[in-house]
C-alpha cells in the first residue's frame, strides 16, 4: 500500500506517517510482547474559500472536516474565533467579512475524553478604493454622437470632429449616390414617356393623311383611227353613225 513508502518505525515502537493523507484514516493495531493496542487515525483538514486573504464587505465560508471510514462514529467539532466566541458546528459563513475576523481561527475536537485542535490564519484587508476617470467634456461629446444601426461602422476623427462612417464612406457620399441615382430613375422614366408619344403622334398624322386624300377619277382619251368600211347596203337602210372607240389614257 502507498501508506507503507510513508510510514517508518521511529523511535520504537511508535509509527510515524509522513505525510498524512485523507485516505489514511481508520483503525490501526499495534502487537507487542503478547499485547494487541488498537489505535483511531483521524484526518482533520480546515479551508477557507475563496481563500486565508480576505477583504471587508466580502463574504467567505470556513470549514472543518474529519474524515472517518466508520459512519457510526461520531465527533463533536466547533469553530473558536479569534476573539474567543464559540461556533458549535463544522461550517461557519462570515456574511460579509468584517475587520473583526483576522486572526487565527481554531477548529476544535473532541473524541474519546481529549480535545485535538488544528488553526487556520485569516487575513482581512480594506477594500481598494473605487478609480473613477476624470470627466472629459471631449468624450462626453462623443458619447452623445448618435451612432448609425449598421453593423459597419468606424470613426474617423482626422478632421477633430466625430464624422460616422457606414460601410467605410461618409454620409455625404451616400446622399450624393442617393440623389443621383434618383435622376437617372428621373431621365429614364421622361425619355420612355417622350418616345412612347412620338410613337403615337407619327399613327396618328398617318391615319389623318390616309382619310384625307380624294379619290382621282380615272381621265380617258379619244383616239384617233379609222373607221371600217362600210358593208354594202342591200337596199335602202338608214345609215348609222360610226362609233367612236374610246380608250383610257
Known amino acids: 500500500m502507498d501508506i507503507v513508502s510513508r510510514s517508518k518505525i521511529r523511535p520504537e515502537p ?5 505525510p498524512v493523507k485523507e485516505e489514511d484514516t481508520g483503525r490501526f493495531t499495534c502487537k507487542a510482547d503478547g499485547t494487541v493496542q488498537e489505535h483511531t ?19 467567505a465560508t470556513l470549514g472543518c472536516q474529519v474524515k472517518v471510514k466508520d459512519p457510526n462514529f461520531r465527533v463533536a467539532v466547533e469553530w473558536k474565533k479569534p ?6 458546528e463544522d461550517t461557519v459563513d462570515l456574511k460579509p467579512v468584517a ?13 474519546e475524553g481529549e480535545t485535538y485542535s488544528q488553526s487556520l490564519d485569516i487575513k482581512v484587508s480594506a477594500p481598494a478604493p473605487a ?20 453593423k459597419n461602422h468606424t470613426t474617423d476623427r482626422k478632421s477633430g470632429n466625430a464624422e460616422l462612417l457606414l460601410l467605410g464612406l461618409h454620409w455625404w457620399v451616400w446622399l450624393a449616390v442617393g440623389i443621383g441615382g434618383l435622376v437617372v430613375i428621373l431621365l429614364t422614366v421622361f425619355v420612355i414617356v417622350l418616345c412612347k408619344r412620338n410613337r403615337e403622334r407619327k399613327k396618328k398624322l398617318q391615319r389623318m393623311k390616309s382619310t384625307e386624300q380624294p379619290l382621282k377619277p380615272k381621265k380617258y382619251c379619244q383616239c384617233d383611227r379609222q373607221a371600217a368600211a362600210a358593208k354594202p347596203q342591200q337596199g335602202r337602210r338608214r345609215e348609222k353613225p360610226s362609233a367612236l372607240l374610246l380608250q383610257p389614257c
Open 41 to 59: 487515525l483521524l484526518v482533520v483538514s480546515v479551508s477557507a474559500s475563496p481563500s486565508t486573504n480576505l477583504q471587508v464587505g466580502q463574504e
Open 131 to 150: 478609480t473613477t476617470a476624470p470627466d472629459n467634456p471631449q468624450s462626453s461629446k462623443e458619447k452623445n454622437i448618435p451612432k448609425p444601426t449598421g
Open 14 to 18: 511508535n509509527l510515524e506517517i509522513s
Open 83 to 88: 476573539g474567543g466566541a464559540l461556533h458549535a
Open 99 to 111: 475587520d473583526s475576523d483576522a486572526g487565527t481561527w481554531t477548529c476544535t475536537l473532541t473524541y
